[in-house]
């Protein structure tokens, strides 16, 4: 997959491939390639400190971006995936499992794309039914009762609409999550990692600290469904990305955000060991300061960090 | 798709109009309405009377805040609060937006979608949020969330139990992110009137949807709903195009949650006060003995 705006690069790339094999056979091109190389980097510079809303969508999008359990593999040890909700099934588009990250055990939740179509369709895109909401729920509870912190990896366009996942109560699903974390003891991480749908996302995000990768997107709606609403026209969806303010620097002078986890030059899916290891040290750092307080702190502390989220002035009356 | 499909009167499944049912055309117009469910003209007199319900089809119609105070506070006892939290742009959305918004605040005469306050239900005092649809689709944004946040806090330190009643399509698009984390805030406030003990019931008027469903309008001791009204997270259409499949019919409203247990009890209008201090006495005066008259 590539992204309309990286192409130019795409193709410097490929020709200096071309030359490479070229002077395989002999001539001597170091010169030239050397020259094109620089002007590649350059133009990467260029490219990646110039990106739309939209750009950025394209990026969080990704298929090669790393993904939910690509971050659990590389950061975390003996983990264990728990299935089920206990009451009905078992949402693949929500992984869950107990696990230790730096040594300490802890409770990993978070939304899984596919990386391909085949995975995609086991994977429902990543969209949850309410059944991911309660199995996230019935662990959240859990790992309260053995005092676990939470990591929460999110990225989904939002929670699934279809008949069924109404039937079973969706908003319903999200209402409770949403009230159950506000509420829990123990300490709370959400890192979004890719692309935060709406009511989706916010299911398994009311962390206590929320961290974003550079190039994610969070949104309470989609481009494209903001597009058709405002304007009736989904393919407005790149006016739409940039009002509706989904970057992580939006949303961190939003007060929204709490860190901004910076990723290679590229994107997260260019150089995964960079991105792996950005992550892993912000998490650290955070999980160090959240688990030395004192429950009740935690939990005020969260509250009045999502009551101070809000706009409002008083209306003068004259 | 036969050909008498076209002339055959198709009932739209949502309501769109803003609950004062199309005024008739027709000499006289301005003594009848023309009911948005059946298409009926009916006596206007009548129609307000009957608490803005069809008499022939029982169809619901929207209710302003004002009238919805009327219909289930004890008279004179509403007393406002924050009746001057308005929203800003924070995304920068611009004039349109802030234009819309005072529209809506001098067409409703509300500061936003909700009006809140102290009031009476056959003497049982409550904190009671109403929101009304006829301000931006009763959507919720910061002061909507602010206004229900401090609603809620207010409640908790007065012991009082709470009254939502809801009609919304969801959070406010042009407050971007602010908005989704009202869900977030709303939820926590609710979460404190449960520890607190004190009672929260939610009222689902048409239509209760998506963000607002999501949060504080499901989060209820005790959840009612009026008949016909539209409940759910994902809207109709984008579910059609999603599944490529057409809706069953009743998808989607009160009486579908009820039935799949999301929704205790499908409530008619006329009897909606009455019910609610029933349940509510119940949880608030449980050792009193109340005579039956």
New interface residues.
């Given amino acids: 997959m590539s992204l309309e705006f990286e192409k130019p690069l795409l193709e410097l790339e490929g020709k200096i491939d071309e030359l490479k094999k070229v002077a395989e056979s002999g001539v001597d091109l170091t010169g030239v390639v050397r020259q094109l190389e620089r002007k590649a980097e350059e133009l990467k510079h260029s490219i990646y400190s110039n990106l739309s809303a939209w750009d950025r969508v394209q990026i969080a999008r990704h298929e090669q971006r790393p993904k939910t359990l690509d971050y659990i593999r590389e950061l975390f040890t003996g983990f264990h995936e728990l299935h089920g909700d206990r009451h009905y099934a078992d949402d693949a588009a929500v992984v869950a499992g107990l696990a230790r990250f730096e040594g300490r055990a802890v409770l990993v939740v978070g939304h899984q794309k596919g990386k391909d179509t085949k995975e995609n369709l086991l994977r429902n895109f990543g969209m949850p039914a309410p059944e991911g909401f309660r199995k996230a729920q019935r662990l959240f509870i859990m790992a309260q009762r053995f005092g676990l912190p939470i990591i929460t990896f999110v990225d989904t366009s939002g929670a699934y609409p279809g008949i069924e996942a109404e039937e079973r109560g969706q908003y319903e699903a999200i209402a409770s999550s949403i009230a159950l974390m506000t509420e829990l003891t123990v300490p709370i991480l959400t890192v979004v990692i890719g692309e935060g749908g709406s009511g989706g996302a916010l299911g398994i995000a009311v962390g206590d600290r929320v961290l974003m990768l550079e190039h994610s997107v969070y949104s309470v709606i989609s481009p494209e469904g903001c597009a058709t609403i405002l304007w009736r026209d989904a393919s407005k969806a790149e006016q739409a990305a940039a009002t509706l303010g989904l970057t992580s620097e939006t949303l961190t002078k939003l007060g929204l955000v709490d860190e901004v986890i910076h990723e290679p030059l590229g994107g997260a899916h260019r150089d995964l060991s960079l991105t792996y290891k950005a992550v892993q040290m912000a998490l650290s750092k955070h999980l160090e300061q959240l688990v030395k307080l004192a429950p009740d702190d935690l939990v005020q502390q969260r509250y009045d960090k999502y009551r101070a989220m809000g706009r409002v002035q008083r209306e003068v009356k004259v | 798709m036969s050909i008498f499909d076209k002339f055959r009167k198709q009932k739209p499944r949502i309501d769109s109009s803003e609950g004062d049912a199309v005024p008739a055309k027709a000499p006289g117009s301005d003594l009848w309405v023309k009911c948005s469910g059946c298409g009926t003209a009916v006596y206007k007199k009548n129609f307000q009377e009957n608490l803005k319900v069809c008499e022939k089809c029982g169809h619901h119609h929207k209710m302003t805040a004002q009238e919805r105070v009327q219909q289930m506070c004890d008279e004179g006892s509403f007393f406002e609060w924050d009746s001057?939290?308005?929203?800003?742009d924070?995304?920068e959305?611009g004039p349109e937006y802030l234009n819309k918004l005072q529209q809506d605040?001098a067409k409703t005469r509300l500061?936003d979608a909700v009006l809140t306050g102290k009031a009476k239900i056959e003497g049982l005092e409550v904190a009671l949020g109403v929101m009304d649809f006829h301000f931006r689709g009763g959507s919720m944004g910061?002061?909507v969330?602010?206004k229900i946040?401090a609603m809620m806090e207010r409640a908790l330190e007065l012991g009082l139990p709470t009254v939502m009643i809801t009609s919304s399509g969801g959070?406010r698009?042009q407050?971007?992110?602010?908005?989704?984390?009202?869900?977030?805030?709303t939820?926590?406030a609710?979460?404190?009137l449960n520890?607190a003990g004190l009672p929260y019931m939610c009222i689902l008027t048409d239509p209760t949807?998506?963000?607002v469903?999501?949060?504080?309008?499901?989060?209820g001791d005790i959840i009612l709903a009026e008949p016909g009204a539209i409940?759910?997270?994902?809207?109709a259409r984008?579910?059609e195009q999603?599944?490529r499949q057409k809706?069953?019919p009743g998808?989607?409203t009160a009486e579908?949650?009820e039935k799949?247990?999301?929704v205790d009890k499908v409530v008619k209008r006329v009897e909606l006060k009455r019910t609610a201090y029933e349940l509510l006495s119940l949880l608030t005066r449980p050792l009193e003995v109340i005579s039956e008259s």
């Fill in positions: 001057d939290v308005i929203s800003m924070p995304l959305f605040r500061s910061s002061a969330g602010e946040t959070a698009m407050e971007g992110m602010l908005s989704l984390m009202q869900m977030a805030r939820s926590a609710v979460r404190r520890k949807t998506a963000g469903a999501a949060s504080f309008a499901s989060l409940v759910g997270f994902s809207g984008v579910i999603t599944i809706l069953p998808f989607q579908f949650y799949h247990g999301f």
